[in-house]
């Protein structure tokens, strides 16, 4: 009876990492981060339960390109309630480190963060590089047989450079677990 519920135990891990690894769907997040200002809506009265939900609203709002959800409001003086999702204009506007808040840019790509998709190359990631990895997923979408992209985050050990973004037209091709990249899909 142990070796059954500890496979159960062992699913379940692994599916909560597989999430953990996923950013949300059409954003990139960033925890314990507030994008001060360029406010296009009041976040006080846009209540959502989760960072995710405040993704979906940026993405659903005309003008929408980043997003703050409020997750512990305490340190923010009163008045600030759980679920306050502010909506912004620009990149990332006044990146300040903060408990209080999850913060995120609207990407248009799904993207899994230690993740490679080797091969279905369409171009020389050595020679295209990007600045981030949602850098390298607008190179994608703007590229019209692109479907998936990996971007080098790190040094590996077989050559690639930080900032190498190659571009795939196969869907997740090869997928498997690396460190080194963050891959995604448009």
Not at 58 to 70: I, L
Not at 83 to 106: A, F, M, N, Q
Not at 134 to 162: H, I, L, M, P
């Amino acid at each position: 009876m142990a070796a059954p519920m500890h496979l159960a135990a062992a699913v379940a891990l692994a599916a909560v990492l597989a999430l953990a690894s996923t950013g949300a769907s059409g954003c990139s997040t960033d925890f314990n981060v507030d994008y001060r200002g360029s406010d296009i809506n009041n976040g006080g009265s846009n209540i959502v339960g989760s960072a995710q939900e405040c993704c979906d609203k940026c993405e659903a709002t005309t003008g929408c390109e980043s997003w703050t959800y409020v997750k512990s409001p305490g340190t923010l003086g009163t008045g600030r309630k759980v679920g306050e999702c502010w909506l912004k204009r620009g990149y990332k506007p006044g990146y300040t480190s903060h408990p209080c808040c999850t913060s995120g840019v609207v990407t248009g790509c799904e993207m899994e963060t230690n993740y490679d998709y080797p091969g279905r190359d369409i171009n020389n990631g050595n020679l295209e590089t990007a600045s981030s990895a949602e850098a390298c997923c607008k190179k994608c979408r703007d590229r019209y047989n692109c479907v998936s992209w990996t971007y080098v985050k790190e040094y590996v050990k077989q050559g690639s450079q930080v900032g190498e973004c190659w571009l795939k037209d196969g869907f997740k091709p090869n997928r498997r677990f690396d460190t080194c990249c963050t891959s995604g899909t448009v």
